[in-house]
C-alpha cells in the first residue's frame, strides 16, 4: 500500500496536502470528461446505427424503438364508431360547486376585455411582408406566400375575413 501512494506522489508530483487536494480534484475532473466523452460516443454510434436501419430497411422502423409489436388486426369502422359514441355520448358530470371552480370564475371577472380593433388592409400587408418568406411549404390551403404578397387586390377580402372571424360571423373549416 505504501509503495502505491509514493508511486503515486512521484507520478502527479505531489509533495503537501494542498497539491494533493488538487490533484484528487483535477483527477475526478479528468474523469467526468471521460465519462461524458463515452456517453456522447455511444449516443453518436446508437443515432448511426439507428440511421443506418432506418435507410436500409424503411418498412421496419419500428424496431428503432427496441419494442417487438405484433400486428393486429384492424377494426371495422363500424366498431371504432361504436367505441368512440359509447365514450363520447356519456358526458361525466362534474362537482359544479366546487370551490376551485368559483375562485376561478371571480378571477375571471376581474380580467378586462380587450377592446377589439378592426383588422384592415395595412395589418394584413405588414404582416404577410414581415412574416413570410416567398417559397417556403405553403399551409393548409395550398396557397404559396409569394402569391399572398403579391395579389394585392386579395389583402381587403383577408382583411375582412380575419375580422368576421374573430367575432365570430364565419366559421373556420377544419
Known sequence: MLKIKVKLYKKHKISNNQELDNTIET?????????GRLRRYDDMNNRRTQNKLFAEYQHNYRSLDNKQRNPTQIPAKKDVQNFWTEILSNPVPYKKDATWITKIEISAEEIEQHPFEEIDENIVVEAIKKKTQNWKTPGIYKIQNYYLKYLTSTHKYIAGLFDRLIKGLELIDT
Do not use: E
Not at 483527477?27 to 465519462?35: E, G, I, N, T, Y
Open 27 to 35: 483527477l475526478k475532473q479528468k474523469v467526468k470528461a471521460q465519462a
